[in-house]
């Protein structure tokens, strides 16, 4: 049996192939009309050396039916027990797919029946990913954020970035936060300076108003899902999700006050989170955690180089506010008692050679609360350049802790300001001097308004080693189209360790370039 290889499934599972790729034969098809669909491709997500997570979505109660193999042919599959979609979650069924094999292409293909009509078979769908390796060898992944916001929907190109990533093949993508923008409404033509029009060319109710109910929160995942590009990563490539505002409403904590915001009939910020997790758990692979449901943070092992550490920096915060306490308490935190202690006992049992950091928000970037005003934390940094306080002093403690544990060879990434950066944190620059040096990448919008650049605060010492964002002239809330749409790309030599980190915008450019060497300890 013949292997096909990753770049040859891209191309056969392209937007267009993702039906009927495999030319499984059926003993029955149903006429088009009365078959059920598949409305919003395939997924897969949280892969590590010997699982990974699938997602689909049916247009009907369906029994949808798994078979999995290890080559694109379907040659003596295996075949799971179907499960079944119903309209308690939107029709969506996603699974967790055991005992595979370490560094394997592997091929997953799902078809519906109707639960009314079980002789009417849907068409195929396929899919594919790679596991972890169990070994050293090389390693790329891709990672950005920002998607669909500020009113810039799908025009005639689509989101290009989805399709750019896609080019690089990589073993996955990691998406930053705001994976949608349930708080920004579109419209079908924007105008543009110059006279020209921006149009949505796509464009569902769902997205002409904020969301509120859990449908419309379940819509503005299926929006996203209607584009041709994202559709075409998502069928081989997984994505590892985490969230931040958007996926609620901007800049939510315990302290949002919609009162005086006429878009929203529903004021309490705790009923919209709640819709909004729930719609976040069913449209994305993310795993379920049993001691947690609905947990965001985990670890994904990618193999004896790499591991990710994702981090919600939205569900445990205290109220956003000054952020200038003076002792680390639960209004003062990001991130959570909780949470802190996972993190620092899952850094300090890593054995990984690299271990990412995948943060929803910047460390030593200014983001205001209210950026009219410029008041308020809504990040980590409270911009007065000094000591850390506030939600400063929870990332003083960690850093301090991973100085004192000797944990090396940390990186952390993110996206949420709309720009990309590369950032050297760097003690002898700093307010805050005990934590060995690391470095911050910041890669964003996929397919959002481009902003920034930000300030920086000065508490834990971040040196601006490259930037691109909109100059003055340009101005801020820049379409897609004017090309300022970024995303990063990594990678592991298996051979060497290092570590190769690229800021590439849209057009697939490459913008900056940093090797970085893996410190060994003794």
């Known amino acids: 049996m013949n292997k096909i290889s990753r770049r040859a499934f891209v191309t056969s599972a392209s937007a267009a192939g993702l039906v009927g790729v495999s030319g499984l034969a059926l003993p029955y098809y149903s006429r088009a009309n009365q078959r059920p669909a598949f409305t919003h491709g395939i997924q897969s997500g949280d892969v590590d050396a010997t699982s990974g997570v699938v997602w689909t979505r049916t247009d009907r109660p369906s029994r949808v039916m798994f078979e999995v193999s290890s080559t694109e042919n379907f040659a003596n599959p295996l075949r799971l027990a179907p499960l079944d979609t119903s309209p308690a979650s939107d029709y969506t069924v996603k699974r967790l797919l055991t005992d595979l094999a370490s560094d394997q292409d592997i091929f997953y293909r799902m078809i519906a029946a109707d639960l009314a009509d079980i002789n009417a078979i849907s068409e195929p769908i396929v899919g594919r990913f790679r596991t972890a390796p169990a070994s050293k060898r090389d390693i790329r992944f891709a990672w950005s954020g920002d998607t669909a916001g500020q009113g810039w929907g799908i025009d005639d190109t689509g989101m290009k970035t989805y399709a750019t990533i896609g080019k690089h093949t990589p073993d996955f993508f990691l998406h930053s936060g705001d994976t949608i923008y349930a708080d920004g409404p579109m419209k079908d033509e924007v105008d543009l300076p ?36 994202v559709l075409g990563l998502n069928a081989i490539c997984p994505t590892f999700y985490q969230w931040d505002d958007h996926e609620v409403v901007n800049n939510w904590s315990d302290s949002k006050d919609l009162s005086a915001d006429d878009r929203y009939s529903e004021k309490n910020i705790h009923v919209l989170a709640a819709r909004a997790a729930r719609a976040f758990q069913e449209m994305t692979t993310i795993r379920y955690e049993p001691s947690e449901p609905g947990r965001v943070y985990r670890k994904i092992a990618y193999g004896p180089l790499l591991e990710v550490f994702f981090l919600d920096m939205r569900s445990y915060r205290g109220a956003n506010g000054p952020g200038m306490q003076d002792t680390v308490t639960p209004q003062s935190r990001i991130l959570g008692e909780q949470q802190m202690k996972w993190l620092k006992r899952e850094l300090a049992n890593s054995n990984a050679t690299w271990k990412i950091i995948a943060a929803d928000m910047p460390l030593g970037l200014v983001v205001w609360n209210d950026a009219t005003k410029k008041a308020g934390a809504e990040a980590i940094s409270n911009g007065d350049n000094g000591p850390a306080k506030g939600r400063e002093l929870e990332i003083a403690d960690l850093l301090r802790y991973i100085k004192n544990a000797g944990i090396t060879n940390t990186v952390w990434l993110t996206a949420d300001v709309h720009y990309t950066a590369a950032h050297y944190y760097n003690p002898d620059k700093a307010q805050f001097q005990d934590f060995n040096p690391f470095w911050e990448f910041v890669s964003g919008p996929l397919h959002a308004g481009t902003y920034g650049p930000n300030d920086f605060d000065m508490t834990f010492g971040p040196e601006l080693k490259f930037i691109k964002a909109p100059t003055a002239e340009q101005g801020q809330n820049l379409p897609p189209s004017a090309g300022l749409q970024f995303f990063g790309l990594v990678d592991i030599d298996g051979a060497t360790e290092q570590m190769t980190v690229r800021l590439m915008d849209r057009d697939d450019n490459e913008l900056y370039k940093v090797a970085l060497d893996p410190v060994h300890s003794a």
């Open 194 to 229: 110059g006279g020209s029009k921006w149009k949505n060319n796509v464009l569902i109710d769902e997205k002409r108003k904020v969301a509120e109910t859990l449908d419309e929160y379940r819509g503005q995942w299926k929006y996203n899902m209607m584009d041709k590009n």
